[in-house]
Every structure is written in structure tokens, then in C-alpha cells.
Antibody, heavy 120, light 107 residues
Framework: EVQLVQSGGGLVNPGGSLRLSCTAS????????MTWARQAPGRGLEWISS???????YYAESVKGRFTTSRDNAKNSVYLQMNSLRADDTAIYYC??????????????WGQGVLVTVSS | DIQMTQSPSFVSASVGDRVTISCRAS??????LAWYQQKPGNAPNLLIY???SLQSGVPSRFSGSGSGTQFTLTISSLQAEDFATYYC?????????FGQGTKVEIK
């Protein structure tokens, strides 16, 4: 079974940092682009970053320079390092896999999501 | 960035109804469009990819059509488990962008 399990959410002060993890199983991890998306309370979905199998990484303008996406193919894991957090970063954060090897942009499956709350 | 606009934002419908949701892209995306269903408290679930391909395990009452800038998601006969919010998403270029969502509610 293809599965993504997330960890690392929580409450953080404005200006603080947090690292999210997403561990995959059930498929050949290095061949798939992985994506982070988020959903603010009561709002729609927002794509924030995608990382290809080896080095290519893309970011939304809203997080560029503050967030860093990386992956460890040996650990079947992708990470989202979030720095200089702001109140408007408060959201449920999801990781997701591209449906097929390469970069297609169809996201399936998604992780269970973790809540990040930025507040003093 | 490519803006995705869904209409309507809310649909009030009954079990058995045919429901159609539209999605318009601000620039042509060929057939590089996906549809997702999201129920409260859950992660999104891929329904349709490449504008009209049904994801494995998704009931055949769901269908997608369109290309370029105009797309449609159709639920041929609404079931109780289909009450949810639906999002379109373009996969043509980065940044990937989603529509604002269409909530399908019980009439």
C-alpha cells in the first residue's frame, strides 16, 4: 500500500522555525516528485513546494527564501524546513506524491496533514 | 501565475441529481488539469487527472472534460458520500495553482 506519514507540526512563535517530515512507503520513492501544500483554516488549497527525484526544487513566492524543501532518498523521506514563520503560515500542511514517476503534477496520495499554528 | 476560477462556489443538490462544476484557467493548460475531492477533516483525494482520466478506485459517476482554458467535472448521479468540496488544479507550469473550491451541499 502506498502511504505517506507526516510528523512535526505544532505551535510556534512568530519568527520561529519548524521542520516537517513526510515518510513514504509502498513505492519507489526516488523516482517520484514530492510536493508540499497547505490549507489555512477554512480556506482552500495552496501549493507551496515541489522537489524532483534528485535536485530540482520549486517554491511558491509566499514561502520563497523562508522555507526549504529537501529529501533523503535513503530514508524515503521529504522535509519542509520552515523559518521566519508568520501568523499567515498557520495552516494544515500536507505532503503529496506525484501520481506517476517523474513530474506530472497529479498528487496522489496525500499525507494525513499536520497542523502548524504560528502564534505568541 | 495561472489563475484557476471555479464556478459555482456552492452547489445545493439532492441525492440522484446531476452536478456540474466548471473550472476556467487564465491561460491555456492543454489537458494538464486535475480534480480533487476533500471531505471535512480529511486530505484531498485525486478524482480525475489529465482532464478526463478517472483515477483508480474512483466511481464511474465522476467524469471530467475540457482542454485549454475550460474544464468541467460532472457527477452523474449524486450520492450521499459525494457531499464535499471539489478543487481543480492546473499542472502545466509552476507554481501549481488550485481553484478556490466548490462546496457541494445537501439540499
Amino acid at each position: 500500500e502506498v502511504q505517506l506519514v507526516q510528523s512535526g507540526g505544532g505551535l510556534v512563535n512568530p519568527g520561529g522555525s519548524l521542520r516537517l517530515s513526510c515518510t513514504a512507503s509502498g513505492f519507489t520513492f526516488p523516482t517520484h516528485t514530492m510536493t508540499w501544500a497547505r490549507q489555512a483554516p477554512g480556506r482552500g488549497l495552496e501549493w507551496i513546494s515541489s522537489i524532483g527525484g534528485f535536485t530540482s526544487v520549486y517554491y511558491a513566492e509566499s514561502v520563497k527564501g523562508r522555507f526549504t524543501t529537501s529529501r533523503d532518498n535513503a530514508k524515503n523521506s521529504v522535509y519542509l524546513q520552515m523559518n521566519s514563520l508568520r501568523a499567515d503560515d498557520t495552516a494544515i500542511y500536507y505532503c503529496a506524491r506525484d501520481l506517476t514517476p517523474g513530474t506530472t503534477g497529479w498528487f496522489d496520495p496525500w499525507g494525513q496533514g499536520v497542523l502548524v499554528t504560528v502564534s505568541s | 501565475d495561472i489563475q484557476m476560477t471555479q464556478s459555482p462556489s456552492f452547489v445545493s443538490a439532492s441525492v440522484g441529481d446531476r452536478v456540474t462544476i466548471s473550472c476556467r484557467a487564465s491561460k491555456g493548460v492543454s489537458k494538464r488539469l486535475a480534480w480533487y475531492q476533500q471531505k471535512p477533516g480529511n486530505a484531498p483525494n485525486l478524482l480525475i487527472y489529465a482532464a478526463s482520466s478517472l483515477q483508480s478506485g474512483v466511481p464511474s459517476r465522476f467524469s471530467g472534460s475540457g482542454s485549454g482554458t475550460q474544464f468541467t467535472l460532472t457527477i452523474s448521479s449524486l450520492q450521499a458520500e459525494d457531499f464535499a468540496t471539489y478543487y481543480c488544479q492546473q499542472t502545466d507550469i509552476f507554481p501549481r495553482t488550485f481553484g478556490q473550491g466548490t462546496k457541494v451541499e445537501i439540499k
